[in-house]
C-alpha cells in the first residue's frame, strides 16, 4: 500500500531531506486537482539554456498590430521621396508678405507634402519625441516655378501653395537644384488640383488601411485553436456574408440597368450639367467653342491689367494670393459672368496670375511641342537678323489660335515693357517669367537648364524684336 500511494506523488515531494512530513501531505492532496497535475506537468518542460522566452500577447488586437507592424511598414517610410540639405525662405504666410530669411533646412518631399526640419534626420526625428513638430507644407493645389527675381541668390524656385504661403529653395549646385524642382514638380503634378478630390482619396486610403488590419486580424484569429462560442460567431458571419453577397449582386445588376440606360456626354452638355472648362483646355478646341482665335478670358486679363496695372512694380513677377487664383479659375470654368473689375479682383496680381495659370495649363504650350525644336534651333543663330527671320518665318506656320494669341499676348507684354521704368520689368524679366510657361519640350527629363536658357531668350526676342516678327 506505501509503494502504491507513493506513485501518485510528484518526484520532487519524496526528498524527506527538503519538506517535513506535514509539507509531503500537503503537497499528496493538492496533486489530487487537476489544476495542480497540469502546472506540475508545465514545470516538468525544460528551455533552451540561456534562451529568455518573450511573453506571448494574449489579446488578439495586439497580436494583429504586431503582425501589421512587420508587413506594413509605417505611411511616412512608403511615401518619403526625396530628402537632404537646402536653402529656405519663407516669404509669405497665408497670403501675407515676410521678411526673406534664409535658414539650412533639411527637407523631407513625400507624396503630398515637403516637412522642413532645422537639423538632420536623426536630430529632427529625436526632437519630434519632446514635442518639436517640423514645418509641413501640403503639395495639394500648389504651384512650382523658377524665381530668379526674387533673390540675387542663383538657382532659386518658389512654392506657392493653396493657403497662401510661399517657400523659396535655393542651392549653389546645379545638379540638386534641378534634381529637386523636378521630384517636386511631379509630386505636385501627380496630385489632384481640386483639394476636396485629395481629401476623399485619403479616406479611401484610410479604408483600404484599415480594411487590411482587419483583414490581418481575421487571419490571426483564424491560425488560433477556435473555442466554441468562436465557431457560433463564425458561423454567424458566415450566414450574414451570405446574405451580403445577395445585396452586393442585387446592387451590382441596378448599377449595370443605370449605366445602359445613362444619357450621352453630348446630352448632359446641351443641358447644361456638364459644362466644359476654360483651363485645361486645348487651345484651338477653346477657340473653336468660342469661335474665335484669341481666348476670351485671354483678352479680359489683358483689358484689365493695361486698365490698371501697367505701372504697378513688378507686374507678372509677384505671385498674387494663390486661393483668390484658384477662385477666379472656379468661376471662369463654372462659365459664370466674370467681371475683373469687381472688388474681390482689386488685386491685379490675381489676374496675372490667373493668366499665367491659364497658359501654364494648356495641355500642349503656346508654343507647340512639335515647334520646340525649331525654335531652339533659330535662337541659337549667331546673326540677329537671321535669327529673327527664322523666328518669323517659325511664327507663320503656327496655327491660327496659337499665332494670333501670341500676337495678342506679346503685344500686351512691350506695353509693360515701355512702362519699365516705373514697373521694373525689363524685357529680360519677362523673358525669365514667360519663357518656360510659353514654351517647353514635350519631354523634360533632360537638358532642364539647357532649355531655360533658351526657353528665356526666345521670349526676350519675341518683345524686343515684336514688330518685326509680327509683321504682316
Not at 165 to 174: A, K, R, T, Y
Not at 374 to 399: G, H, M
Not at 430 to 456: K, W
Request: hydrophobic share 35%.
Amino acid at each position: 500500500m506505501q509503494k502504491s500511494t507513493n506513485s501518485d506523488i510528484p518526484v520532487e515531494t519524496l526528498n524527506p531531506t527538503r519538506q517535513g512530513t506535514g509539507a509531503v501531505q500537503m503537497r499528496i492532496k493538492n496533486a489530487n486537482s487537476h489544476h495542480d497535475r497540469l502546472s506540475q506537468s508545465k514545470s516538468m518542460i525544460l528551455t533552451e539554456v540561456g534562451k529568455v522566452t518573450e511573453p506571448i500577447s494574449r489579446h488578439r488586437r495586439n497580436h494583429s498590430q504586431h503582425i501589421l507592424k512587420d508587413v506594413i511598414p509605417p505611411l511616412e517610410q512608403l511615401m518619403v521621396e526625396k530628402e537632404g540639405y537646402l536653402q529656405k525662405a519663407k516669404i509669405a504666410d497665408g497670403g501675407k508678405k515676410l521678411r526673406k530669411n534664409w535658414t539650412t533646412s533639411w527637407i523631407v518631399l513625400s507624396s503630398r507634402k515637403i516637412e522642413f526640419y532645422k537639423e538632420s534626420k536623426q536630430q529632427a526625428l529625436s526632437n519630434m519625441k519632446t514635442g518639436n513638430k517640423p514645418e509641413s507644407v501640403d503639395l495639394c493645389g500648389a504651384h512650382i516655378e523658377w524665381a530668379k527675381e526674387k533673390s540675387s541668390r542663383k538657382n532659386v524656385f518658389q512654392i506657392t501653395t493653396l493657403s497662401g504661403n510661399e517657400f523659396l529653395l535655393q542651392s549653389d549646385i546645379d545638379f540638386i537644384i534641378l534634381d529637386w524642382f523636378h521630384a517636386i514638380k511631379n509630386a505636385i503634378d501627380r496630385l489632384p488640383k481640386d483639394p476636396s478630390s485629395h481629401s476623399r482619396n485619403l479616406e479611401l486610403f484610410k479604408i483600404q488601411r484599415s480594411s487590411s488590419t482587419e483583414l490581418l486580424s481575421h487571419y490571426d484569429s483564424d491560425t488560433k485553436e477556435q473555442k466554441p462560442e468562436h465557431r457560433k460567431s463564425l458561423m454567424f458571419r458566415l450566414h450574414h456574408s451570405a446574405s451580403d453577397t445577395s445585396d452586393k449582386n442585387r446592387v451590382k445588376s441596378r448599377l449595370k440597368k443605370f449605366i445602359t440606360r445613362r444619357p450621352s456626354l453630348k446630352t448632359l452638355q446641351e443641358k447644361g450639367l456638364i459644362k466644359d472648362q476654360i483651363f485645361g483646355s486645348h487651345l484651338h478646341t477653346l477657340c473653336e467653342r468660342e469661335k474665335s482665335t484669341v481666348p476670351r478670358f485671354v483678352k479680359q486679363c489683358i483689358e484689365a491689367v493695361e486698365k490698371r496695372g501697367l505701372d504697378v512694380d513688378g507686374i507678372y513677377r509677384v505671385s498674387g494670393n494663390l486661393a483668390t487664383i484658384q477662385k477666379l479659375r472656379f468661376i471662369v470654368n463654372q462659365e459664370e459672368k466674370l467681371n475683373l473689375d469687381d472688388s474681390q479682383w482689386e488685386d491685379i496680381h490675381v489676374v496675372t496670375g490667373a493668366l499665367k495659370m491659364f497658359f501654364r495649363d494648356l495641355p500642349e504650350p503656346l508654343f507647340p511641342y512639335s515647334f520646340f525644336e525649331q525654335f531652339v534651333e533659330a535662337i541659337k543663330k549667331q546673326d540677329n537678323n537671321t535669327r529673327i527671320e527664322a523666328i518669323k518665318s517659325l511664327v507663320q506656320k503656327l496655327p491660327p489660335p496659337n499665332r494670333d494669341t501670341m500676337k495678342v499676348l506679346f503685344g500686351h507684354l512691350t506695353k509693360i515693357v515701355a512702362r519699365a521704368s516705373k514697373n521694373l520689368m525689363s524685357t529680360h524679366s519677362l523673358g525669365i517669367v514667360f519663357g518656360p510657361t510659353l514654351l517647353r519640350a514635350e519631354d523634360e527629363s533632360g537638358n532642364m537648364a539647357v532649355h531655360m536658357v533658351y526657353q528665356n531668350q526666345i521670349a526676350e526676342l519675341m518683345l524686343s524684336a515684336y514688330d518685326q516678327i509680327f509683321s504682316d
